[in-house]
């Protein structure tokens, strides 16, 4: 079984940034694919970025803007967000799974974090 437990958001103003936090317990995250998800009021769930091994997956709409990096020692992954703007403003979920192969479908996570709200002003 795996815990994650995210942190790091808040409100910030457009053109801000944020960096968020996922600690995983239970398992140590080295053998499993890490993504972040996100959804916004009356939005389905969608991938933002994936994380497995230094291999990297990024959405089309926040490539060059997010950055996700891993800490095995700390069994954290970490997202990077800059330049941030309203359309981004979402919950955003860690979600992992003990699969070394990152895919952008929430189905096929098996352990999800409680979210954290990111909400960016104009």
């Known amino acids: 079984q795996v815990q994650l437990a995210e942190s790091g958001g808040g409100l910030v103003q457009a053109g801000g940034s944020l960096r968020l936090s996922c600690a995983a317990s239970g398992r140590t995250f080295s053998s499993y694919a890490m993504a972040w998800f996100r959804q916004a009021p009356g939005k389905e769930r969608e991938f933002v970025v994936g994380?497995?091994?230094?291999?990297?997956s990024y959405a089309d709409s926040v490539k060059g803007r997010f950055t996700i990096s891993g800490d095995n020692a700390k069994n954290t992954v970490y997202l990077q967000m800059n330049s941030l703007n309203p359309e981004d403003t979402a919950i955003y979920y860690c979600?992992?799974?003990?699969?070394?192969?990152?895919?952008?479908?929430?189905?096929?996570?098996?352990?999800w974090g409680q979210g954290t709200q990111v909400t960016v002003s104009s």
């Open positions: 979600a992992a799974r003990p699969r070394t192969i990152v895919v952008r479908t929430t189905s096929d996570y098996d352990y």
């Open positions: 994380w497995s091994g230094g291999s990297t």
